[in-house]
């Protein structure tokens, strides 16, 4: 049982729950108009931004340090597809007129916790209100040695194309959430859950993936899109074979239960694994990253000339389509 | 009298009207994961970001140029006040289910003429969708030479307070759009109107201040409360004179019809005009910067000893009191 707290103003607000997270000196505590950031010579800064809205891209009923931990990674992650080491971040949160303080306080906490985890640190923004709903945009500061960011404009026809982990648990853990999985234990519930509300930013293996391979991208609107923006950017096309795509247990489980849902894992989102290109001969190094920063990596396909258009097929090498290329955000 | 048209997917609209307005190689335009920005050796990076909601911090019907020009100018406007130089910014649009395109391409046509106008470059940001306000938020980076930003926190004993331009305008003209101002002549309304809609940031003054100041903030909250952030952060003192501080003929005009407003040039906030802190030795200086960037300067007190007190005085050196220390976010 909560009691309805009155709100402080911005400037307490700010003082008590983010200044603390901003431990960089250039952060100048929150209280300047503006931070200063050092880049350290040879390197430069990678810039990224995402705006999430409640109840369009989070779960406004969800725990905020969950939701501070999405509105964090969701970033991390495209800094991790550029081969980023993540330095520091601003947040603008529009605070809807029913926040609790309390509430603010969690996601604090959320935000704390995941800046020891990333090794980041807070270092600006604005806090205001809204009558519309929370809507929390991150800007994210990575670093990358000159010229070594990682695109997604430079694989080349011959490519192997594989991806992390293992996909379509978050899309799934959404629809559990939503009780749209009839029949799913609990267990493999939870856990497909976990991979929507605190997606894992693939940083290690995006840093050191930079030096092997030809192209990057983080799978945030499906494989298919994300692999099509890949296509388009770098003029090629691709196939991708459907039996290959890794899935987790939970996930296998899932599927078992509602044929209807089985090409969530290539077009559901959300999944913030990479997608990564190599040159074929690059399969032994491929394999050797995998194994250093324990993260699976998993060959689904190729490329080949083109003009930035996505082929799916199946075991028999039947093409398979689709009605939709995976999560558009309209 | 315009047709409703349906909306254009996200990456339809990106590649449609925000595309072209990323012009710096590193924003790969708009087509990767994230922006690369190389800041020039012997530099650092200076980051600032302002969230604006329809109806809190903007009026919704406004014209989209006005609203993209404000969105931009009053993070301009904290570059200003470090002495940094304008280099490239992010743009998070949160966009209602009632926009328009046509709405986006007045928006975008905004920002582009701005762009030209303060030489920056759009390198990144996100679209969303919102069943809430429109909700834009900017991240301006700008570039200082290594320790030269200038501090709110860096103000002595002893120094003169001066500020530029007028102040109360901004402040008067919502008011006077709000059909608040009886008897108001229509010439000093669109006066004071156009001070609301487009803030002009004082970025060459800020940049050439950086050299003589010891300190500087943009007003933004009003006057008494953006002095006081100073005096906090400084540990100082300040006394203002009120009749000291500079008003235009338009704002003089409309004070005279209604004695109630008379606090607005203090209180009234949204100037962005800049507040700078200088030794009484520096006069002669600042008096060659009024006259080398063409904006006034007017000295309206003074710091001493104290603990981030602010204390404004009439003609006879009476001492007034405030309800509120200027606008509030919350």
Known sequence: MTTRQRISDEFTLIARHFAPLATEPGAFNLTDDAAVL???PGHQVVITSDCLVADVHFRA????????????????????????????YTLAAAFPPDIQEDWIAKFAAGLADDQARFAITLVGGDTVSTPGPLTLTVTAFGLVADGQAVRRSTANTGDTVY????????????????????GLDAESGTVLASRYLRPIPRLDLGIKAA???????DISDGLIADLGHVCKASAVDATVEIEAVPLSPAALTALDLDPDIATIPLTGGDDYELLLCAEP???????????????????IGTLRAGSGRV????????????????????
């Open 38 to 40: 050092t880049p350290p």
């Open 61 to 88: 009923a969800d725990d905020p340090a969950d939701i501070a931990a999405k509105v964090l990674r969701v970033n991390l992650s495209d800094l991790a597809a550029m081969g980023a080491t993540p330095s520091a």
């Open 163 to 182: 991806v992390s982990g293992t996909l379509g648990d978050a899309a799934l853990g959404l629809r559990y959430l939503a009780g749209k999985i009839d």
């Open 211 to 217: 030096a092997i391979v030809t192209a990057a991208i």
């Open 281 to 299: 001969g690059a399969a032994a190094a491929i394999a050797g990253l995998a194994e250093e920063t324990g993260v699976p990596l998993t060959a």
């Open 311 to 330: 082929d799916a097929i199946d075991r028999a090498g039947k093409l398979l389509s689709f009605e939709k290329g995976g999560f558009r955000h309209f």
